[in-house]
């Protein structure tokens, strides 16, 4: 069942019950002392007529007052049928039945289970009987009941019309409320749309302000989601087409480089070699020997600056550590009106590959930042870890930048993606003209742990 069905089926409940229960009580509680007051009065002036009634009957020897002349019955109670609420009867000295005032039952009685709740409205009240003398004999009794029936009868009818208006009243609340309820909830149908749309792909989909202040909550929070997603998305994609761009670049600085200075030196080899095969003397043939040497080591001396640029060179051999001082005192040769501060606490051996290039690279970006963008005098880098986590910071003194300006660089960019890459933390402190500080803490991830 949906929300909108149980919301509307929760309040039918609750309003049947207060108006029935509620309502329903209080009417007949009602009905019910004032059927009672009725009665009660009925009761004291129907006694007090049938008393003195009595009272002349017994002292005029068996005549009635003039009232009741011409009616077969000693009392004439049939004639008093109006007398509602009492039923009252005369039974002669044998027990018999001789006159009563009860009148034929209503057509229109109301269900037992109203008069059942209504009976018990007459359990209070006493049956009265009064012997009745004549002449020092007892002629019979006369015997009065409460009788609530009428009461009752009148009260259902007037129930009955009321039922009739709460129905009415019912069905009318009932629409209204499934439509207001509707009308409350139509935002509900407006956050699952946009967040179909979101799964679908389509970022730009937004919500737009409701009136209900939690509902307006959660679509401010679900635009400045759908925001950062599309944002960071479109971070993404410009990140990826760097990437390619920045592979093709060096595929192509390689290219031709290789074509350039191997290719080049190949040749030169060639060239040589093709000399010492034709050559007529052994001094001829050393002089190209050795031409050869030379170009076999400027050879060496490119491939290893390739490789260098591929792979930080010492990583793998020697450690994070060696790779890491080999990287700064190659900057520190370049820079040399830079003061840099270096250290490094902890081993970093056992940590995968993952981590520890990363830590290469960030520091390797961080250098070529300061180098490019800061102007500094001195810097200072710090490693360690404590508590299963590898903390990283590189600072400056130089001459900082607004972060909250977006640039088209790719080194922050990249660097963010790294740590992020590895469940790490990256966080970048700098204002204009007060230096910048570069964040990092990673997770320690040892080797095969990934
Ligand atoms: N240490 C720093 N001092 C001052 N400005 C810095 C520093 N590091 C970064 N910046 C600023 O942040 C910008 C973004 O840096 P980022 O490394 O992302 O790009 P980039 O260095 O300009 O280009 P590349 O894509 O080659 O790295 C830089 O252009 C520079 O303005
Ligand atoms: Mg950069």
Redo the contacts with the bound molecule.
């Keep these: 069942m949906n929300l909108k069905l149980r919301i509307n089926l929760i309040i039918t409940v609750l309003l049947f019950l207060t108006l029935i229960i509620g309502g329903g009580m209080f009417t007949i509680q009602n009905a019910r002392g004032n059927v009672q007051a009725e009665i009660a009065s009925t009761a004291i002036l129907a006694l007090h007529m049938l008393d003195s009634e009595i009272l002349a009957y017994s002292l005029n020897s068996g005549q009635v007052s003039p009232a009741y002349v011409g009616s077969g019955s000693t009392f004439q109670l049939n004639k008093l049928t109006d007398v509602r609420h009492l039923k009252i009867d005369f039974y002669d000295a044998h027990g018999r039945l001789r006159d009563t005032n009860q009148s034929r039952p209503s057509d229109d009685a109301p269900p037992k289970w109203f008069v059942s709740m209504m009976d018990t409205v007459t359990d209070e009240m006493p049956i009265t009987k009064r012997m009745v003398y004549r002449g020092g004999r007892i002629v019979g009794e006369l015997v009065i009941t409460p009788d609530p029936s009428y009461e009752i009868a009148e009260v259902w009818e007037e129930m009955q019309g009321m039922l009739i208006f709460v129905g009415i009243f019912f069905i009318v609340v009932n629409i209204l409320i499934y439509y207001f309820v509707g009308r409350a909830l139509r935002p509900i149908d407006n956050i699952l749309e946009a967040l179909t749309d979101l799964e679908s792909g389509k970022l730009e989909a937004r919500l737009p302000k409701f009136t209900l202040p939690e509902l307006s909550r959660i679509s401010d929070k679900f635009n400045v989601m759908a925001n950062t997603l599309e944002e960071s998305i479109a971070d993404n994609r410009h990140l990826t087409q760097?990437m390619i761009q920045v592979q093709e670049e060096e595929r192509k600085n390689l290219a031709r480089e290789l074509h350039d200075e191997i290719g080049q030196h190949l040749t030169a080899i060639h060239v040589d070699a093709s000399a010492i095969l034709k050559a007529k003397t052994i001094e001829a043939s050393k002089e190209s020997a050795s031409a050869i040497d030379t170009v076999a080591r400027q050879m060496m001396d490119i491939v290893h600056n390739i490789l260098q640029r591929l792979r930080p060179s010492g990583l793998d051999e020697l450690g994070l550590e060696a790779a890491l001082q080999e990287l700064i005192n190659g900057w520190k040769q370049r820079h040399k009106d830079i003061t840099v501060k270096y250290s490094i606490e902890g081993l970093f051996s056992d940590y995968d590959e993952a981590v520890l290039i990363t830590l290469y690279r960030l520091v390797q970006?961080?250098l070529?930042?300061?180098s490019?963008?800061?102007?500094?005098e001195n810097i200072q880098i710090i490693l360690s870890q404590k508590n299963q986590l590898i903390f990283l910071s590189v600072s400056?003194d130089?001459?900082?930048?607004d972060?909250s300006i977006r640039?088209?660089?790719?080194?922050?960019?990249?660097?963010r993606e790294r740590v992020e890459g590895l469940a790490g933390v990256l966080e970048?402190v700098?204002f204009p003209n007060k230096?910048?500080q570069?964040n990092i803490e990673l997770p320690c991830i040892t080797r095969g742990e990934k």
């Design positions: 760097q970006e961080c070529t930042n300061i490019r963008h800061a102007r500094a400056d130089g001459q900082g930048f972060t640039t088209t660089g790719f080194g922050l960019p990249g660097m970048i700098a230096g910048t570069v």
